[in-house]
């Protein structure tokens, strides 16, 4: 029942910085034990795993990414956000977010995920 809208700017230039939130409804972030993940698929890539935050406000990092994201919460507004510096065409995907049980997940398949945002990487 829960609901995941991911909203924020569809091109992005290179070296910028891509800003995302998802905003959340029939469920809360502070709920004990979820995780709210950020998940990305190009078509030539498949599902990959970007981060999430418990919670707790605890962060949780891919190693690929960690260097260049930051994820956080806004929990007023039931919403969480995705910073992912030093953008580089190679970061041109559709953008999910999600609610899972375990702060990694492997696809879609596992938790609640929204309808994605396509991202473009271009001057």
């Known amino acids: 029942q829960v609901l995941l809208t991911e909203s924020g700017p569809g091109l992005v230039k290179p070296s910028q910085t891509l800003s995302l939130t998802c905003t959340v409804s029939?469920?809360?972030?502070?709920?004990?034990?979820?995780?709210w993940s950020w998940l990305r698929q190009a078509p030539e890539k498949g599902p990959e795993w970007i981060g999430a935050?418990?919670?707790?406000?605890?962060?949780y990092y891919s190693p690929s990414f960690k260097s260049r994201i930051s994820i956080s919460r806004a929990r007023f507004k039931n919403q969480f956000t995705l910073q992912l510096r030093s953008v580089t065409p190679e970061d041109a995907a559709v953008y999910y977010c999600g609610r899972s049980f375990r702060a990694q997940v492997r696809s879609r398949d596992e938790g609640s995920w929204g309808q994605g945002t396509q991202v473009t990487v271009s001057s």
């Open positions: 935050i418990d919670y707790r406000s605890t962060p």
């Open positions: 029939g469920g809360s972030i502070l709920r004990d034990g979820d995780y």
